[in-house]
């Protein structure tokens, strides 16, 4: 009985693995050029950031392990210089999830500290701990400059955002900013409370990305399209608008469930088809009310 036990484990996690790959056979990694030498790869999961040169391929985020050879194979359409550096915005997986495969590739990892921590200690989708390969061995906890093809790259942690380990990296030369999931273009944001992310955080990482750009900055937001400082802007005054309203039911005596229940606080981005994405309309009210009730 101990045998077949061990058996249908086996099987599951086997299984499960092979759904998990699957789901990726039909993504399609786009390329999008966003400056003479920095690019955009949409495919499934966060935006990842290229950067080609002499030096050779500086990546932001790396999304699913799965999709490492398509997202490889995209790069090299751009250049046939290696991998050198690899930086992770964050520690989510659709973020991080190719760091064991970007690594075997020849990628040093840079993040936050609490990026390593996180990978560390947080177990993947079958249970078991990251390979030490998928963590990140160069870490910083504030800021740090990367000199890589022709321009300095500004690395900026926003304290507890999306999470608690967020970096905004901003192009100098090129004058891109990439903000990983501090910012979703029009769409509700996913804050992650659980793992260090708050409303008031958020709110000023934006402003943060907002104070690094100007008019002709070419924006990669977590998800979405390409990006600009006016859409960047009308997304805070969209934070902004709704931590003021929940902050007045939360004054006015209101509970989660009567502020996650009440649609007017969000009608306005609601009909902007704010509530469309990952993070729908009642969500967001739930969100805010439990970041800004503590």
């Known amino acids: 009985m101990k045998h077949n036990s061990t058996f249908f484990i086996i099987a599951f996690f086997l299984f499960g693995s092979l759904v998990y790959a699957q789901r990726f056979d039909n993504v399609k990694i786009e390329s999008v050029k966003v400056s003479d030498h920095v690019y955009m790869l949409l495919g499934a999961g966060g935006n990842i950031g290229v950067s080609v040169g002499d030096d ?6 790396d999304q699913f392990a799965p999709l490492t050879e398509k997202i ?17 915005t964050h520690f989510h997986g659709d973020h991080t999830g190719g760091n064991a495969n970007m690594q075997k590739l020849g990628a040093t990892i840079i993040a936050h500290d609490n990026v390593r921590e996180r990978l560390e200690t947080t177990p993947k989708r ?4 990251q390979p030490k390969e998928a963590l990140p061995v ?6 740090m400059s ?5 321009e300095k790259i500004g690395v900026f942690h926003v304290d507890n955002a999306h999470t608690d380990g967020d970096a905004l990296l901003y192009f100098t030369k090129s004058n891109v900013l990439h903000t990983g999931d501090t910012y979703f273009k029009g769409r509700y944001p996913y804050i992650d409370l659980k ?5 008031n955080g958020y709110i000023e990482a934006a402003k943060l990305g907002l104070q690094l750009i100007d008019d002709e900055t070419k924006i990669i937001p977590g998800h979405g399209s390409l990006s600009n400082k006016a859409e960047y802007q009308s997304f805070l005054t969209m934070l902004e ?8 039911e939360i004054k006015a005596g209101k509970t989660e469930e009567e502020v996650a229940k009440n649609e007017t606080i969000t009608k306005t981005y609601d009909d902007l088809n704010y509530g469309t994405g990952f993070i729908n309309s009642e969500r967001i009210r739930r969100t805010f009310y439990l970041s800004l009730k503590k």
């Open 146 to 150: 990367i000199h890589v093809n022709g």
């Open 138 to 143: 160069i870490t910083f906890n504030d800021k």
């Open 56 to 61: 050779g391929v500086f990546v932001i985020d």
């Open 241 to 248: 608008a709704l931590r003021t309203a929940v902050l007045a």
């Open 195 to 199: 793992s260090g992310g708050s409303v």
């Open 126 to 129: 079958d249970g078991t701990s």
């Open 72 to 88: 490889n194979t995209a790069i090299k359409a751009l250049s046939d210089k290696p991998i050198t550096f690899l930086v992770n």
